[in-house]
Nanobody, 118 residues
């Protein structure tokens, strides 16, 4: 059974940093591209960052230079390091996996809440 479990969300002051994690199980992790999405209240879910390997990474314009996505295939985990956080980064953050050959996409996890506020 495929499972994605996000964790690490918290309340952070503007300008602060936070690292969130997504642990995957039930898949051959190294065969999947991983991505972080977020959904703010009243808004559509949007792509934040994606990674297949160190030479295949992309970011939304709104987070470029502030966020860093990385993965540890030995731990079946993808991370999102978020620096210089802004109130507009407040959202529930979700991860998702997509098989690089079959394009199979996993279901959403429960998400982790990130709140940026003073």
């Amino acid at each position: 059974q495929v499972q994605l479990v996000e964790s690490g969300g918290d309340l952070v002051q503007p300008g602060g940093s936070l690292r969130i994690s997504c642990a995957a199980s039930g898949i051959t992790f190294s065969n999947y591209a991983m991505a972080w999405y977020r959904q703010a209240p009243g808004k559509q879910r949007e792509l934040v960052a994606g990674i297949f390997n160190s030479s295949s990474i992309n970011y939304a314009d709104s987070v470029k230079g502030r966020f860093t996505i990385s993965r540890d295939n030995a731990k079946n985990t993808v991370y999102l390091q978020m620096n210089s956080l802004k109130p507009e980064d407040t959202a529930v953050y979700y991860c998702r996996a997509r098989h690089t050959i079959t394009a199979h996409v996993t279901s959403w996890g429960q998400g982790t809440q990130v709140t940026v506020s003073s």
